[in-house]
């Protein structure tokens, strides 16, 4: 049917009804969603249990590797506490962790002639030990492939320092990490390809300290083992400034890295019933396993008294969910990830519908917002959230990277979100004896789990 001239007033009048109830409607789910994240952050911000949570983790309970009592500790610890704050249901889920411990503290010297000085190092996770003092001439490269320019005749017998800094021009400093962690990874497979009897690696971190870094490295088959350590910012340059002025510098080092068997420890999984679409899960984790230096802190006790606190925040308000919320305190993410490719496993065996993830494992700094694996439609939603949070000082909504225990979940249908906050001085603590607790602001810790229980909200509702 064409429309006349008299049809127009209706149809304009239809139009503007319509747009109007629109607006009305989602006028109105704005208005009650900006109560709701209101009602959140005030919980949260005079009631959360977060920073006194992840002192007795860090204090009483201490660093957390896989394998290790400290770990056994934290798990049940996280078991009780979520039960406590009234959790329907908490359970362990077994996992396969490797295990591998340091020994007696490592040491290590710096020779220029005569002199020797102390340099501080630490084996990176899954180094063999030194078996004994190895001594032998440094040689210094910035890039994996400058041995194979060098060529065997230059490596051989040596301990090969890899000193290539984080790039300091990049403002995300976890895409920094990310362009420098080829060293730590894979540094001493490479230097043993040429016949090198030791690597050290120049800490990731932007920090010029005398903290050595630590973290998970990987032997490549059919290559000799050799052992491998962090350095210090300072030692790796001390080092650096005698090669330039064409000393000879030698390293001693002693470790006393040993690997055992695998062995089973679990991820402790806690819910909220949801009371309309009980078997669509939303999993809002971090990972309880740390490394064996420092306190794990910011990395990542930090997620997981969050995580913890969502939950506590979600029942402070008797809030029902519609889904049913899981809190996930993942275990061995540092070295290995098997308690997030478990839960994946478990899930996709039992047809667990999971509709979304999110994991803080950036540290517990000002929350700025969420990054996301997921559709555009996904995308667009964050955006709007985003924008309900912006006076809370979230205002980041990006596509990225989400987290490396979630990421196992990941298909087409899951949304899948990282918590961003400010990671400035996030690399500056991690996986060294500077991630302690008096590092974490009470404050910051707060607003990123409010932010993290907001988004749940918001996930619910959807
Ligand atoms: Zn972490």
New binding site residues.
């Given amino acids: 049917m064409a429309l006349g001239c008299n049809d127009l007033p209706m149809r304009l009048t239809f139009t503007l009804l319509f747009a109007f109830g629109v607006f009305l409607s989602s006028g109105q789910q704005m208005n009650q969603d900006s109560a709701m994240v209101r009602q959140i952050y005030d919980e949260v911000l005079a009631n959360a249990e977060a920073h006194d949570n992840l002192h007795y983790l860090c204090k009483e309970i201490g660093h957390r590797l896989s394998g290790s009592p400290q770990l056994e500790n934290a798990i049940y610890w996280g078991k009780e506490l979520l039960e406590n704050y009234g959790a329907d249901n908490v359970f362990l889920q077994p996992v396969m962790v490797p295990k591998w411990t340091r020994g007696e503290q490592e040491t290590a010297h710096m020779h220029v002639g005569e002199e020797a000085e102390r340099i501080r190092i630490t084996a990176l996770g899954g180094s063999i030990g030194t078996g004994g003092t190895i001594k032998a001439p440094v040689i210094e490269v910035k890039y994996l492939e400058d041995l194979d320019t060098l060529g065997r005749e230059a490596v051989e017998g040596k301990i090969v320092l890899f000193n290539r800094p984080m790039d300091p021009l990049l403002i995300n400093t976890g895409m920094a990490y990310g362009g420098a962690y080829d060293q730590r990874s894979y540094g001493a497979s490479k230097a043993a390809e040429y016949g090198a009897v030791g690597a050290l690696v120049r800490s990731l971190t932007h920090a010029v300290d005398t903290f050595p870094h630590t973290g998970a490295m990987r032997y490549q088959e059919d290559i000799p083992r050799i052992p491998a350590a962090g350095i210090s910012t300072v030692d790796a340059r001390k080092i650096k400034l005698a090669l330039k002025e064409g000393k000879e510098v030698e390293v001693s080092m002693n470790m006393n890295c040993v690997a055992y068997d695998d062995v089973e420890q679990f991820n402790v999984i806690a819910e909220i019933k949801g009371s309309e679409f009980p078997d669509e899960y939303i999993v809002v984790g971090?990972?309880l396993d740390?490394w064996d230096i420092g306190e794990g802190a910011h990395?990542?006790g930090a997620?997981i008294v969050q995580s913890i606190e969502v939950l506590r925040t979600l029942k402070a308000l008797n809030y029902t969910p519609k889904r049913t919320i899981r809190v996930v305190l993942f275990i061995n993410?540092?070295n290995g990830n098997n308690g997030g490719k478990t839960y994946a496993a478990v899930a996709k065996d039992q047809s667990d519908f999971h509709f979304a993830a999110i994991e803080s494992?950036?540290g517990g700094f000002s929350p700025r917002g969420f990054s996301i694996e997921g559709d555009d439609e996904g995308y667009d939603s964050l955006k709007e959230w985003v924008g309900v949070l912006e006076p809370y000082g979230i205002h980041v909504a990006r596509r990225g990277w989400s987290g490396?225990d979630i990421r196992p979940l990941k298909n087409d249908e899951v949304l899948l979100f990282g918590l961003v906050p400010d990671n400035q001085r996030y690399f500056d603590y991690?996986h060294s004896n500077n991630d302690i607790w008096e590092n974490v602001n009470r404050r910051e810790l707060h607003l990123g789990a409010a932010s993290m229980a907001s988004l749940v909200y918001f996930l619910d509702n959807l």
């Fill in positions: 971090g990972h740390s990395d990542d997620g993410e540092e494992d950036s490396v991690h």
